[in-house]
């Protein structure tokens, strides 16, 4: 009786680690942004991050926090540009933390 208690132990041991790990691999997916959002920024901002166009700043490798604080600006008004203006206007504070961590995150120029 007492091997059969502890296969149960070793079972249902077995069953948190799986269930734990599963969460896990599911909690970073909640972390990253859209995929259409950061194809909506690669129109202008490049896909890696990277601007091709003079007149647009590069994302990758800037500090999180400012593009964070930037991002939250043009949504506000407070930092006046309008197409940056309309595209912060379309994203949750949730979204703009995730695209900011996202850029921050790649190689710089
Ligand atoms: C139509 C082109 C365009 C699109 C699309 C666009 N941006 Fe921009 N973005 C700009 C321009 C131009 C600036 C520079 C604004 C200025 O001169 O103040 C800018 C500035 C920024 C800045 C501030 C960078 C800095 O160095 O201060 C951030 C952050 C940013 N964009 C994030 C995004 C994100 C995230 C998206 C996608 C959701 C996006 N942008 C989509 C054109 C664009």
């Known amino acids: 009786m007492k091997r059969v208690s502890h296969l149960r132990t070793t079972i249902r041991g077995l069953a948190?680690?799986?269930?734990?790990?599963?969460?896990a691999a599911a909690a970073p997916?909640?972390?990253?942004?859209?995929?259409?959002?950061?194809?909506?920024?690669?129109?202008?901002?490049?896909?890696?991050?990277?601007?091709?166009?003079t007149e647009v700043p590069h994302l990758a490798g800037q500090n999180e926090r400012y593009l964070f604080n930037q991002m939250m600006a043009f949504r506000t008004g407070k930092r006046v540009h309008k197409e940056m203006r309309y595209m912060a206007r379309h994203m949750s504070v949730e979204?703009?933390?995730?695209?900011?961590?996202?850029?921050?995150a790649l190689p710089p120029r």
């Not at 997916?29 to 166009?53: K, Q």
């Not at 979204?95 to 921050?104: G, H």
């Open 16 to 23: 948190i680690l799986l269930a734990l790990a599963a969460a």
């Open 29 to 53: 997916a909640l972390a990253e942004p859209r995929r259409s959002a950061v194809e909506d920024c690669a129109a202008c901002h490049g896909l890696d991050g990277i601007a091709r166009d």
């Open 95 to 104: 979204e703009i933390a995730a695209l900011a961590a996202y850029y921050a």
